[in-house]
């Protein structure tokens, strides 16, 4: 694991600075989408929003088609953990390299085991923006 003083980086492959500024960008957009919520930005701009599904998988899936087209270069960001490796499973066939999510879920391991497979980098917070 691989510490700054405001994420932590489980996986194998650490972001370079830009995908850092566009995953600062989509932690601080994420927590004005209703939750199970998604979105995928670039470095200053979103490219998709998935919001208010009952679960991750098709909140994802939401916001990777409305981004579509622009997915080169691009981050998602999650409200909330993800517990299971289907969501990055998702965001890896779409072409995304980069994933900021709170973390905390018993079952991370799944979660960054899955990233380090498909070579994604997977930042942890700490923090839920999660709300109903």
């Not at 932590?8 to 850092?20: A, L, V, W």
């Amino acid at each position: 694991m691989c510490q700054s003083s405001y994420y932590d980086y489980y996986t194998i492959k650490n972001p370079f600075r830009k995908k850092i500024t566009a995953l600062e960008f989509a932690w601080k957009a994420i927590k004005y989408v209703k939750s199970n919520g998604i979105i995928i930005t670039n470095d200053h701009m979103t490219l998709g929003v998935g919001p208010g599904q009952t679960n991750r998988v098709a909140s994802v899936r939401i916001a990777i088609d409305q981004a579509k087209d622009r997915l080169d270069g691009a981050v998602l960001a999650s409200d909330a953990f993800f517990p299971f490796a289907d969501n990055v499973e998702e965001i890896a066939k779409a072409g995304i390299k980069a994933i900021i999510q709170p973390g905390g879920s018993v079952r991370d391991q799944e979660s960054i085991e899955a990233a380090d497979k498909y070579g994604l980098t997977m930042v942890f917070t700490g923090v839920r923006h999660f709300r109903h």
